[in-house]
Structures are given as C-alpha cells and as structure tokens.
C-alpha cells in the first residue's frame, strides 16, 4: 500500500502571510491523519482548476484574489456559494472538482458566543461581506449594507438586503456592528465615518471585525463604548474547521478544534 500523503494547498496571491498551512497541519497530525497541506502561489485565477487536477491535490482552500475564478471554473457548487458566487474550498471527487464556501458559516459560528443577535449593520460590500451577509439572511437575522461607495450594492439589493452608501444611510438600531471592509487590516481607519459609528455603537451590544490578530481602530472605539468585542480569528478558525472536515470526512472534535486554533496562533 502507497504511504504517499495526500496533497492539499491554499490558492493565493500573494500567499506568503496564509496561516492556513500550519493550521490544517496541526489538525492533519492529531487526527493521524495522513495529509500534508502546502501553500500555492498562482498567478492567474483561470487556471485554477487544471492545476488543481494537474497537481492531483486532495483539496484546496482558495484566497484573494481567485474565490470567483474558483466558484466560475469549478465542475460542482454546493450550498450557499451558489448564491455568494466565490468559493473558498475545493474537494477532488473521483477527478472532479467540489466547491463550496466555507466563510459563511464560520462567520455564523464565530457569533455565537455573542448570543441572541436579531439585527446586524455590516460595513463593506466587498466579498466577505457577501458571504456573511446571505449567511445571516438564511439565519433570519436582519441585516443592512453600508459602504463607502454605491458601485458594489447592487447584489444585496438584489437578494432584496438594504444597502447604502454613507451618505444616503439613515441611522437605526442594530444588536450587532460587524467591519468587513479592510479598513484597519494595515492602517488606522476606521470603515466608516466617525459620527455614523458613534451613533450605531451607542444603541449595539456587540462588534465583530472581520480583521484578526490586531486591534483594530474599529474595535478600539466599540471597546471604548462598553461593547462585547471580537476580532476575526475564530471566523478563519471556524472556515478553516469546516474545510477540514470536507478533506477529510471526520467531523472535528473538541481536541481537533484545539489543535487547530494553536496552529493558527503558532502555539
Ligand atoms: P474586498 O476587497 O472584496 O472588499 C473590501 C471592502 O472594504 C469594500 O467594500 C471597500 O469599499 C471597503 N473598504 C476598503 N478600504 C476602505 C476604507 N479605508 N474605508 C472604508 N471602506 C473601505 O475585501 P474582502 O471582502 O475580501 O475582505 C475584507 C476584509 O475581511 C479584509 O480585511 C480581510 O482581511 C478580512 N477577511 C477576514 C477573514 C477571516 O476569516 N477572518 C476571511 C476573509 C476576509 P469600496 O467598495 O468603496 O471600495
């Protein structure tokens, strides 16, 4: 019997900062489990799915920029992605490739420590804020739009979300203000002008920042302004497990779970 290890990668560019290697790997060695997960510079998103199959990987997350080219160029969708139209996972069945979207339900997953959340106001119309969006409309939870310009609105107006821009936003009541625009991912912005925040902060319970592994300007001032806070380390754990458990057909215990989150922290 072969001992060769199964082959699996993340699809970025660039890819270098991706601790998704030394995450899977943690997982992949307290499960015995007999995988090697690799990073995969790829330059050009069309062919993703030839080197997929060319390389016979067993599976393969996908990161920025290639979740569309995945989601266009894949032979099966399954889920919610089909709506999101990006994909950040892929599976090799029998030389075909199975695409899914993962960031949807991790980000519910990360939530729920917040406990009961009825409406959300999520800054950003960028990809993630897709995902996240129609994962808490297939939840029932409220959720509106804000970003700072109109051109990327039109596909939450047409899965009938509210969306705006900032000047056109009408205050209102939200239990929870998540940031997935990249303001504060490598600079001290806040996503969205100080005074909108200062209003929706004051009437929130909750803030989640979909940037993880610093303090974001965002969570800086929801922190200041008494709110639970969290940043997005558990939403690329929660994605990251999720994944896992399609490459290898185990649903992640607890001890998995662990092991995994202390590969992602480099413990
Ligand atoms: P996109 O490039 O697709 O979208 C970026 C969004 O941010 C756009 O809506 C853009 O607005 C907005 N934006 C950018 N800069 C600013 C600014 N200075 N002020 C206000 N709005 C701004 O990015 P993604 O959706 O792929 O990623 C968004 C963030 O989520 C990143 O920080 C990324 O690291 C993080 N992320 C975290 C994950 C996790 O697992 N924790 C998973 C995926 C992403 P406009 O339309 O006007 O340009």
Not at 209 to 227: H, I, Q, S, W
Request: aromatic share 10%; proline share 3%.
């Amino acid at each position: 019997m072969s001992n060769k290890k199964e082959e699996f990668v993340i699809f970025g560019n660039p890819v270098e900062h991706s601790k998704s290697p030394q995450m899977h790997n943690a997982g992949f060695e307290n499960l015995k489990y007999n995988g090697i997960y690799k990073k995969h510079l790829l330059e050009d998103g069309n062919t993703i799915k030839d080197v997929f199959l060319q390389n016979n990987y067993k599976g393969a997350n996908i990161t920025v920029p290639h979740k569309e080219f995945a989601y266009k160029n894949a032979d099966e969708v399954r889920g919610l992605a089909n709506e999101i139209k990006a994909v950040n996972t892929y599976i090799n069945k029998n030389g075909k490739t199975i695409a899914y979207n993962t960031d949807a339900p991790g980000f519910l997953h990360a939530i729920e420590s917040f406990g009961n959340v009825k409406s959300v106001l999520l800054l950003g119309a960028g990809g993630t804020a897709k995902a996240i969006s129609l994962a808490l409309q297939q939840s029932n939870i409220e959720v509106t739009v804000l970003n700072r310009s109109e051109g990327k609105l039109e596909f939450f107006k047409k899965h009938n979300l509210k969306a705006s821009t900032w000047e056109e936003f009408e205050i209102k009541e939200y239990d929870l203000i998540v940031n997935s625009t990249s303001a504060g991912l490598k600079d001290e912005l806040l996503p969205c002008p100080e005074q909108i925040l200062n209003e929706v902060l004051k009437n929130a319970k909750f803030a989640f920042d979909c940037v993880y592994g610093r303090m974001t300007p965002f969570l800086n001032l929801a922190k200041e302004k008494g709110l639970e806070i969290k940043d997005g380390e558990d939403m690329l754990l929660y994605q990251g497990v999720l994944a896992f458990e399609l490459f290898t057909g185990v649903k992640a215990d607890n001890k998995v779970l662990e092991a995994m989150r202390k590969g992602l922290k480099g413990e």
